[in-house]
């Protein structure tokens, strides 16, 4: 499924796909989300309890940093660090169904498969409002730090004005650039993404990023 999946997300088709797929999706992650919380057997202990914040705290709190420190070796700016780490705060399902296969094997005891699915609950819950609010606590940790940005500008070309500019190159725009190409006039692209942009470069194309 994971690889169809990946398959279908490089179809030209992708977007009506996702559309028709969508209730469908939405569906199942309920159907998941009650599943597992019916794994979530025997007592629950103030010691579970307390492990489970312990853990949920290391990873909503190092998970996001070491994300972070990622995003920004590849060159990205602070705000798109920031905005990464926060939408990937929490334990993934993915990982519940891998906890899951060790428990249904005999491998993982009730206990640990109990406090999986707890952290599960308090990371998913809290990185739900983090990715909400994460514009408006990205703005109030910079003014707080007085952290400053560093400028980075991107123009591959020396001249000023263009008799027609593209706004994005991705999907349609790479076909429109092949039409405007023929009528002979001078032309830029304008994409926020770098990869695009160096590609753009590399073809001589006039760009902005």
Not at 52 to 57: G, M
């Amino acid at each position: 499924a994971l690889i169809a999946g990946m398959s279908l997300a490089s179809s030209k088709y992708t977007l009506e796909l996702g559309g028709k797929i969508k209730p469908l999706r939405d569906f199942f992650v309920v159907l998941l989300f009650v599943f597992f919380g019916s794994q979530l057997a025997g007592d629950i202990s103030i010691s579970l309890v307390k492990r489970a914040i312990l853990f949920s705290a290391i990873i909503l709190i190092v998970k996001p940093f070491i994300i972070m420190s990622t995003v920004k070796w590849f060159g990205y700016t602070k705000r798109t660090n920031f905005l990464t780490g926060s939408s990937l705060a929490q334990i993934s399902e993915f990982s519940l169904i891998i906890i899951l296969l060790g428990f249904s094997l005999g491998q993982i005891p009730q206990e640990i498969m109990s406090l999986i699915v707890l952290i599960s609950f308090i990371t998913i819950g809290i990185s739900s409002y983090s990715i909400y609010y994460a514009e408006t606590i990205f703005e109030a940790l910079f003014k707080a730090f007085r952290i400053k940005e560093a400028k980075k500008e991107i123009n591959v070309s020396k001249e000023e004005s263009y008799e027609i500019i593209l706004f994005g190159y991705h999907r349609i725009g790479y076909k429109v650039l092949k039409s405007m190409k023929k009528l002979n006039k001078s032309l830029a692209v304008v994409d926020y993404n770098p990869k695009v942009i160096l590609a753009l470069t590399k073809n001589k194309i006039p760009s902005i990023y």
